[in-house]
């Protein structure tokens, strides 16, 4: 088997954005961990952080470590010592595009500014991309049945030759939004959406419903410390209408993650579902903690 041949990428100012974005992320959030009164706000915010956190700490990863290798077969997209990340099959590349200049599109996830783009976009002129590219000095875009792939070799010339060689042309191609969008026929969209709703509605009515019967304590907790000690107590109505701000709030979540889905869906219909998840997600979070709650006071 002949041996891979290596291209590393070429690298602009992308990561000093990713780190700035960072620290402005990490600012933000622990700015709000500060000034947020609310147990179940200064969970949800902590989490939030690590997440982030793990989010960049990839994405610096990939820019600083990004390159690609090559045989007769296949195309590897490697990070860390070539640990494959993403493999295309020659035979797949339907034609190339080569560009260079800023980079015109849509971030769908991971990061991008005009001048690099990791992870997936909407390119205009290309459709949907996963990107990794770190500079777009010299953008090589290869189009697959599936997906089209955005990489920056360094040595862009000997990767267009081999390409070539191949029998891969450089062409243009015409890519059109979806524009039948019909996400309440997806099952995998639709439970979810309906478990959400029922939870929001269980969430907003069931501490209300009980102080109706009369079966909330005379005093309940309002608000906690991090260690879920309560700090401050109100009547059985003042938790009730807590809870039921905490339930309007998350209606309001749902209504937002659902116009992201349809947005989306009409490039990416997978990335249409992680709003509907995250949604739920949360419902499911303060749901559960107004449980805990109502069992242990």
């Not at 991971?110 to 992870?119: E, P």
């Not at 191949?166 to 015409?174: A, C, D, F, L």
Request: hydrophobic content about 40%.
């Amino acid at each position: 088997m002949k041996k891979m041949k290596r291209y590393d990428s070429s690298k602009g100012k992308g990561l000093i954005y990713i780190f700035g974005e960072t620290i402005f992320s990490n600012l933000i959030i622990v700015l709000l961990i500060y000034l947020t009164n609310s147990f179940e706000l200064t969970y949800l915010l902590k989490v939030a952080l690590i997440i982030v956190n793990i989010y960049e700490a990839y994405y610096i990863l990939l820019y600083i470590s990004v390159n690609y290798t090559m045989n007769e077969k296949s195309l590897n997209i490697n990070i860390i010592r070539d640990l494959v990340i993403d493999k295309i099959l020659i035979d797949d590349i339907q034609c190339y595009s080569r560009k260079t200049g800023k980079i015109n599109g849509i971030k769908i996830s991971g990061h991008g500014k005009d001048s690099f783009a990791l992870g997936k976009s909407i390119i205009d002129k290309i459709g949907l991309t996963r990107m990794y590219v770190t500079s777009s000095k010299d953008v090589i875009y290869l189009k697959t049945k599936d997906t089209t792939y955005g990489i920056s070799p360094q040595d862009g010339d000997k990767f267009e030759k081999f390409l070539e060689g191949k029998g891969v042309e450089n062409s243009t191609w015409e890519y059109l939004p979806n524009k039948n969008i019909h996400l309440h026929n997806n099952k995998r969209y639709f439970i979810p959406f309906v478990i959400s709703t029922i939870l929001i509605i269980v969430l907003t009515l069931n501490p209300f419903i009980k102080y109706l019967k009369g079966s909330l304590p005379a005093k309940m907790p309002i608000s906690f410390d991090p260690s879920f000690n309560p700090i401050s107590f109100g009547t059985g109505k003042q938790f009730a209408f807590k809870q039921m701000v905490y339930g309007v709030l998350n209606m309001i979540v749902l209504l937002c993650m659902y116009y992201a889905s349809y947005f989306y869906a009409k490039y990416d219909k997978r990335s249409a579902y992680k709003y509907i998840y995250i949604s739920l997600g949360i419902t499911m979070f303060f749901l559960i903690m107004q449980f805990k709650i109502l069992n242990t006071f």
